[in-house]
């Protein structure tokens, strides 16, 4: 067994275990030709093995290890190296400072339907990249789902399946130790568990099965989805988890299910050419709450003013766009309309809504009052979003009788380094200035976008209710939000 401070194979030093489980210990290690941090797992072989059979086995891990490395995918842990020292295998792989999706259910239970939509087809991207480069991942669990600090989400152990349903590692090397209750056997498909082999079938349905812990908080029992279930998840569910292979539906049908009910992503590029895009918006109904960030206000709500549509806008982002510039809707949808600032900022709003211009931000609100979406733009540089959002988290906190964090993560956006908070409460007073009413749970999604001249806060926030209908409308705001250094200089009509 290797020790902290061991060199392997001259090039990985030992530095600290981070975990044992059935096929060996975890090592936090440091790769001193590349100077950088790198995860260690050493392979215990048992004892008692034969020479033939542990020839058999290093042979194997260096098969799969050299196979998994050659997968290169923003969600998949890059494998790095195998290396042999003495009688020991090691595999070297990308260090993920994380929890596994395991470790955060138990901890903090089961999660949202569309949370675990989303990380369900994050998951799903990785295991459709590797099936395409024909390697079949093997061994799809909770506990191989990493959910990392910097908010990405990666499928492990690629290359080290073979291990964990191996004869020779049947027993967990530590009675009663980390492994028990998350062993590769519950997530295994029943064709799988019956002998047979790794392949793209058995890998959707264990995605299933650790879909299915992440929102009851146990792994399937084979009796089809249980009714705690949440019922946008019903489908899928029953799709990935039937029992015989060709039953099973295949990745781009689930990637379409679970797209219907994840949450709203990051803003894509806004195409600038020829060709039209169509927004589509349904009824909304949002509160803002006082806020502020890091010495600025994130949000200053209060006296918003109110008005109400229905409709849907047509636009042409090759060039500027009246806000008049709207097709007729289909029935029940709202318009939308560009609205472009003065200091140089541009968002699709909803048309029909007042806009009300405050000191700190510019707020749009619907006819009842209770739909508002507020952006603020300040002229502050080098903001840290995640850390941001993690103040205003505590300034909420003492104003809620209820509060449920559903996400707080930094996010890959196209105008630069950003962050999610989406979370609901129940404020401890009513508020008629603020247009919160006592004992009403709201949901609220807020995002920060920091550029290299200007922080941008965008709210979106409803009645906990209403919040289904209303995701539509958030996921195309936040698509056509550009901040100030990025929207295009209106050409000469």
């Known amino acids: 067994m290797g020790t902290a401070g061991q060199l392997i194979v001259r090039r990985y030093r030992l530095v600290r275990a981070l975990g044992h489980g059935r096929t060996g210990l975890v090592w936090e290690g440091r790769d001193t030709l590349l100077d950088r941090p790198v995860a260690i797992r050493e392979v215990l072989l048992p004892p008692d093995l034969g020479e033939t059979a542990r020839l058999r086995l290093v042979q194997r891990v260096s098969r799969e290890?050299?196979?998994?490395?050659?997968?290169?995918?923003?969600?998949?842990?890059?494998?790095?190296?195998?290396?042999?020292?003495?009688?020991?295998?090691?595999?070297?792989?990308?260090?993920?400072?994380?929890?596994?999706?395991?470790?955060?259910?138990?901890?903090?239970?089961?999660?949202?339907?569309?949370?675990?939509?989303?990380?369900?087809?994050?998951?799903?991207?990785?295991?459709?990249?590797?099936?395409?480069?024909?390697?079949?991942?093997?061994?799809?669990?909770?506990?191989?789902?990493?959910?990392?600090?910097?908010?990405?989400?990666?499928?492990?152990?690629?290359?080290?399946?073979?291990?964990?349903?191996?004869?020779?590692?049947?027993r967990d090397p530590v009675p009663g130790g980390p492994s028990a209750g998350r062993g590769t056997e519950t997530y295994l498909a029943p064709e799988r568990a019956a002998g047979g082999p790794r392949t793209v079938a058995a890998d959707l349905w264990s995605l299933g099965a650790t879909l299915h812990l992440a929102v009851t908080g146990r792994p399937p029992t084979g009796q089809g989805p249980p009714e705690e279930v949440p019922g946008e998840l019903r489908g899928v569910l029953t799709g990935?988890?039937?029992?015989?292979?060709?039953?099973?539906?295949?990745?781009?049908?689930?990637?379409?299910?679970?797209?219907?009910?994840?949450?709203?992503?990051?803003?894509?590029?806004?195409?600038?050419?020829?060709?039209?895009?169509?927004?589509?918006?349904g009824v909304a109904a949002a509160v803002l709450i006082a806020c502020a960030v890091g010495g600025w206000a994130v949000l200053r709500p209060g006296g918003e003013s109110r008005a109400g549509a229905r409709a849907v806008v047509s636009v042409t982002p090759s060039a500027p766009v009246s806000p008049s510039a709207v097709v007729s809707p289909p029935t029940g949808r709202l318009k939308l309309k560009w609205h472009t600032s003065d200091a140089g900022w541009r968002a699709g709003v909803p048309r029909g809504w007042t806009r009300e211009e405050r000191p700190y931000s510019t707020s749009w609100r619907s006819r009842?009052?209770?739909?508002?979406?507020?952006?603020?733009?300040?002229?502050?540089?080098?903001?840290?979003?995640?850390?941001?959002?993690?103040?205003?988290?505590?300034?909420?906190?003492?104003?809620?009788?209820?509060?449920?964090?559903?996400?707080?993560?930094?996010?890959?956006?196209?105008?630069?380094?950003?962050?999610?908070?989406?979370?609901?409460?129940?404020?401890?007073?009513?508020?008629?200035?603020?247009?919160?009413?006592?004992?009403?749970?709201?949901?609220?999604?807020?995002?920060?976008?920091?550029?290299?001249?200007?922080?941008?806060?965008?709210?979106?926030?409803?009645?906990?209710?209403?919040?289904?209908?209303?995701?539509?409308?958030?996921?195309?705001?936040?698509?056509?939000?550009?901040?100030?250094?990025?929207?295009?200089?209106?050409?000469?009509?």
């Open 65 to 170: 290890a050299r196979q998994a490395e050659r997968l290169r995918h923003p969600h998949i842990a890059a494998v790095y190296d195998v290396a042999e020292e003495g009688d020991t295998p090691y595999v070297v792989t990308e260090l993920v400072p994380s929890r596994s999706l395991d470790g955060v259910v138990s901890g903090d239970g089961p999660l949202p339907p569309a949370e675990a939509a989303r990380i369900a087809r994050t998951v799903l991207s990785a295991l459709t990249h590797a099936h395409a480069a024909g390697v079949r991942h093997g061994d799809v669990r909770p506990a191989n789902v990493l959910l990392a600090h910097d908010g990405r989400v990666l499928l492990a152990d690629f290359g080290m399946s073979m291990l964990a349903t191996d004869p020779a590692f049947a």
């Open 240 to 281: 990935l988890l039937a029992r015989e292979p060709r039953r099973r539906i295949d990745a781009e049908t689930a990637d379409r299910l679970l797209a219907e009910i994840e949450p709203p992503a990051p803003p894509q590029p806004v195409r600038r050419g020829p060709g039209r895009t169509r927004l589509f918006i």
């Open 368 to 493: 009842d009052g209770g739909a508002a979406f507020t952006i603020e733009v300040t002229a502050q540089r080098g903001t840290d979003p995640l850390a941001a959002l993690g103040e205003a988290e505590e300034i909420l906190r003492p104003s809620a009788t209820t509060y449920r964090k559903l996400r707080l993560r930094a996010v890959t956006g196209e105008h630069g380094p950003s962050a999610d908070w989406e979370f609901t409460w129940t404020p401890r007073k009513a508020s008629a200035r603020d247009h919160l009413a006592k004992g009403v749970e709201y949901h609220q999604y807020r995002r920060v976008i920091s550029t290299g001249t200007t922080t941008s806060v965008l709210t979106w926030t409803t009645p906990a209710a209403d919040w289904d209908a209303l995701r539509p409308t958030l996921v195309r705001v936040l698509a056509l939000f550009q901040p100030p250094s990025l929207v295009p200089t209106p050409s000469a009509a």
